[in-house]
């Protein structure tokens, strides 16, 4: 199984932690110093309670509540407690991911009670740091992630065979991972309104590898994205998109953890082609998702049919290194500012706030 723990309301918790004077108050943290010219990037539970949120403009948060108590963002404060919290769950020994600053996922896999484990985690969490996570549990990191934010705050939430339905039927669609924005409208459009209802339509999202984290400090070996779709399809626009989109999921996971990557690999399967994969290394390392698109599309071209039916499809990238130097050419510069850019939006307002609109042609 694997634990999902999203802490709650991180950078509006830590504030509330280290000043006893926001305890239990309304409060926001702003990403800029002046209180009325900024956006609001972390709200506290009090201020979520009255309907203000992240990304909302701080003069419209002030409006509902001109009470709101003010603190400018200190990224380096939340750094440091993230890396302590990260540090103080190294020490289970169990394969742990650190997926953003404020998730971290922890693979239980040969623990007896992954339920008792959570509830340690949660407990030590708090009585360590003085804020509250949210802990999902479930068989791969898609589900443990969407059980991490059905409870909140201070929530633990297990999805199992027997619960699986059940839970799935009373989420709504836009709390499932790359499903907040419009990858998710284009399925809510179709009438898909929980994760159920994309259940019965896609079976296959669901069946996601549980993601094996690497040993703890280790750089992962390679990371791969894949999918199965509900009925072979032949339509090149359909499948392109889909490749864009799992090409997407890995460059994001790859910048994520600062890392580029030298070899992209494809493969496809359907019934008149059974398995395809082949493989490309370019002098290059890259962790621009439509890079590695790009280079997927190369390897199709390889093979031998042309346009036939697929039925399941995976993008994976292998010979990773940390990314240590920055671009020197203009152009290139200009693109990582603006992956960086669509990064940081997708971060602040949801995943998949903005995807490339070629993904629409998932239909
Ligand atoms: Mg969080």
New binding site residues.
């Given amino acids: 199984m694997i634990l999902h723990i999203?802490?709650?309301?991180?950078f509006a918790s830590i504030e509330q932690a280290i000043n006893p004077r926001l305890r239990g108050k309304p409060l926001i943290v702003g990403s800029r110093g002046s209180k009325m010219h900024t956006v609001v990037c972390a709200a506290s539970y009090q201020a979520k309670a009255l309907g203000i949120h992240s990304g909302m403009p701080s003069r419209e948060a002030f409006s509902i509540c001109p009470d709101l108590e003010f603190v400018a963002a200190d990224q380096a404060k939340y750094i440091w407690t993230s890396e302590q919290i990260f540090g103080f769950l190294k020490d289970y020994n169990l394969p742990l991911n650190y997926a953003s600053i404020?998730?971290f996922q922890l693979d239980t896999s040969g623990v007896k009670n992954p339920v008792s484990l959570s509830k340690e985690v949660k407990e030590q969490i708090y009585a360590n740091f003085n804020i509250t996570a949210?802990v999902g549990i479930a068989k791969n990191w898609l589900l443990a992630k969407l059980a991490s934010k059905l409870n909140k705050p201070d929530g633990l939430t297990l999805i199992n065979d027997s619960n699986f339905e059940q839970i799935l039927q009373k989420a709504s669609l836009d709390k499932l991972c790359g499903m907040g924005g419009k990858t998710g409208r284009i399925f809510m459009d179709q009438g898909l309104k929980t994760c159920w209802d994309l259940y019965l339509r896609f079976p296959g999202f669901f069946n996601e590898n549980p993601g094996k984290f690497e040993e703890i400090n280790a750089q992962p070996k390679s990371m791969s994205h894949s999918y199965t779709l509900p009925k072979a399809e032949n339509n090149p626009q359909v499948i392109k998109a889909w490749i864009r989109l799992l090409s997407e999921m890995v460059g994001e996971r790859l910048r994520q953890q600062n890392l580029v990557s030298r070899t992209t690999h494809l493969w496809l399967s359907g019934p008149e082609i059974g398995g395809f994969g082949a493989q490309t290394t370019a002098q290059i390392t890259t962790n621009d998702s439509y890079e590695i698109y790009l280079r997927c599309l190369k390897i199709m071209a390889r093979m031998p049919q042309k346009a036939p039916k697929i039925r399941a499809l995976g993008v994976s990238v292998s010979q990773l290194s940390l990314r240590n130097s920055s671009s020197l050419l203009i152009e290139e510069k200009r693109r990582e500012a603006l992956i960086k850019a669509f990064d940081q939006i997708n971060s602040r307002f949801g995943d998949g706030a903005i995807y490339p609109a070629q993904v629409a042609f998932i239909k």
């Fill in positions: 999203d802490m709650d309301a991180f404020d998730e949210s």
